[in-house]
């Protein structure tokens, strides 16, 4: 195994320090980056043009962590179906998003929100494409795969309302529900939807 660049190990770093200073609900600013990361001031723009970038691999990292933890988690999931995952990937994004300094930045960067929801796409369609194989649930078709590819990219207007809802303090569980009154990613029959929903957030509250 090949060990990572100097370059790039100092630019993990940084990206790691503005995922911490956002845990410890700190400022995120290039003299913060540079005292929690232990690197110099002017190493931040060797690596990122500004704050914008920066904050933009972070919250990627954060929710391609939700989704690898998806993927990981096989003792929680065992039993879970592929149609279940895709539901709890949507949680996921919602949960990565609850923190107040995350929720700001993205409220201020819209244009951000499909770029950082098309990270998990890949992996989801692929769960899609599993479910419809084995038939998960008789009524799930290409034709549901297609609608959910098609739509995905409205799907950010939702998003942003739900950041000003997890602005005011209200719970993940909450407005993941809300979201899904208003967002059926796979154009599911509403009895079938809700199902999910509802297993996701009873789940969620159990492991997430």
Request: glycine share 4%.
């Amino acid at each position: 195994m090949h060990s990572m660049k100097k370059s790039d190990r100092t630019k993990k770093r940084i990206i790691d320090a503005v995922i911490s200073l956002i845990d410890q609900d700190k400022k995120v600013s290039v003299h913060n980056i540079a005292r929690e990361s232990k690197t110099g001031y002017g190493t931040f723009y060797e690596h990122f043009r500004n704050l914008d970038d920066v904050h933009t691999e972070a919250i990627a990292k954060i929710i391609a962590g939700g989704i690898a933890w998806v993927e990981d988690e096989s003792e929680k999931l065992a039993g879970k179906s592929n149609i279940f995952r895709i539901y709890l990937a949507w949680f996921l994004v919602i949960n990565a998003f609850k923190n107040y300094h995350i929720a700001i930045w993205l409220r201020d960067h819209p244009t951000k929100i499909n770029d950082l929801l098309a990270l998990g796409q890949p992996v989801t369609k692929v769960w899609a494409e599993e479910a419809i194989k084995i038939k998960e649930e008789p009524m799930f078709t290409n034709k549901n795969l297609k609608h959910f590819e098609i739509a995905r990219p409205y799907f950010s207007w939702t998003i942003q309302n739900a950041l000003s809802e997890l602005q005011k303090g209200r719970s993940r569980g909450e407005v993941y529900k809300e979201v899904m009154k208003v967002i059926n990613v796979l154009d599911l029959p509403s009895e079938i939807h809700k199902k999910y929903v509802q297993e996701v957030i009873n789940f969620a509250e159990k492991h997430v």
